[in-house]
């Protein structure tokens, strides 16, 4: 006797999220062709919300050697899959775990507290702050540093996405200062904008983030290829008349008898409310099959609606909120934040797949 087929799968109604980890490798192999230093990827938050497990190993195969997590929990996770990759740890650890030295972490040291914690004979980065003042020890405490010599010596940008800022010159005069007490440390300054707008800062090591994923990382710099796609079906069409109102807090009046989407979709998925639409704001960008639509009304926990009255589209078909019809930033835009948060801030609940968008 033939056994017996497998059930259907239920039939899909939420949203689901396309990631495309070649797509992140090529904007990295971008980024690193813009540079004569090497070139690491900052793969903190889980990949900022594309999945570390899909992005690094596409990463290494494409050449990265030096990967950058925001904390030790991260620097395990990804230890498991690259075992023989430089991982260091922005935020530093509290204290030199068996486990931190166990997984060959390297971490920020951003105080005489953290380094005089530190094993002498383990890995780190002297963490400099120039002027942004958030982590770091003072120019003046690095030239005063006389300890074992660091692995990395490095500070961060404040305003590289604003190529004409004065504070850029300052911290890149203070980090010269700075190395000047460890001339022969490997060095690492340059975040995406500053890959792409401030070659003098890139010194040995650079370290890319968001550029990697598709998003705006500097004024007049212009994004890379998208790397996730945000789709979520429509649930049903309905029709409205002109002067009625649409979804919680009657925000938007429509202005003509249209053809409304209800999606599903809403901010429990990582999509911001204040995405939405109202009688004094447009609602962000959408697109369903090739046409270009938005939000009207407020965005609720799982549901969204959008204006179709101009597009085809019926139950059952799917409608574009982030990927490349829609870009991140533009969707970032229109909910007042920026790229990095919405990427980051992608739920789970999502259906994950992986591979071309």
């Not at 166990?102 to 094993?119: E, I, T, V």
């Not at 003098?200 to 090591?205: G, P, V």
């Not at 202005?255 to 901010?267: D, F, Q």
């Not at 059952?316 to 229109?334: K, Q, S, W």
Request: proline share 8%; hydrophobic share 45%; aromatic share 6%.
């Amino acid at each position: 006797m033939s056994a017996a087929a497998p059930p259907a799968p239920p039939a899909w109604t939420g949203s689901r999220l396309t990631v495309d980890p070649e797509a992140v490798a090529r904007n990295w192999a971008t980024l690193a062709a813009r540079t004569g230093a090497a070139c690491g990827a900052v793969v903190k938050a889980d990949a900022y919300g594309h999945g570390i497990e899909a992005v690094t190993p596409r990463l290494a195969a494409a050449g990265c050697r030096t990967f950058f997590v925001a904390l030790q929990s991260e620097g395990a996770r990804l230890r498991a899959i690259l075992p023989e990759v430089d991982i260091y740890v922005l935020n530093g650890v509290f204290e030199a775990t068996a486990d931190a030295i166990r997984d060959g972490l390297r971490p920020f040291l951003s105080s005489p507290a953290a380094l005089a914690d530190w094993p002498a004979d383990a890995p780190f980065a002297l963490n400099v702050d120039t002027g942004m003042n958030r982590l770091g020890v003072s120019v003046p405490e690095a030239l005063a540093f006389d300890g074992p010599p660091p692995a990395l010596i490095a500070s961060h940008f404040a305003c590289a996405d604003m190529p004409d800022h004065s504070l850029n010159a300052a911290q890149e005069a203070a980090f010269a200062t700075a190395r000047r007490a460890h001339p022969a440390v490997p060095a690492s300054f340059a975040n995406s904008a500053a890959i792409l707008t401030r070659p003098q800062a890139h010194y040995d090591l650079v370290r890319p983030g968001i550029a990697m994923y598709g998003g705006l990382s500097a004024e007049g710099a212009a994004a890379l290829e998208p790397t996730v796609r945000l789709e979520a079906r429509v649930i049903q069409v309905r029709r409205t008349e002109a002067g009625e109102t649409v979804g919680y807090g009657a925000a938007e009046t429509m202005r003509r008898p249209s053809r409304v989407a209800i999606v599903s979709l809403g901010y429990a998925d990582g999509y911001i409310r204040q995405s939405g639409g109202s009688d004094l704001t447009a609602g962000a960008p959408a697109s369903v099959n090739g046409v270009a639509v938005r939000l009207v009304g407020r965005v609720s926990m799982d549901l969204i609606a959008v204006d179709v009255t101009d597009a085809p589209c019926e139950r059952g078909d799917f409608v574009e909120l982030i990927g490349p019809d829609v870009p991140v930033d533009t969707v970032a835009a229109h909910a007042g934040t920026i790229g990095y948060e919405l990427l980051t801030g992608l739920s789970r609940r999502a259906d994950r797949r992986v591979g071309p968008l």
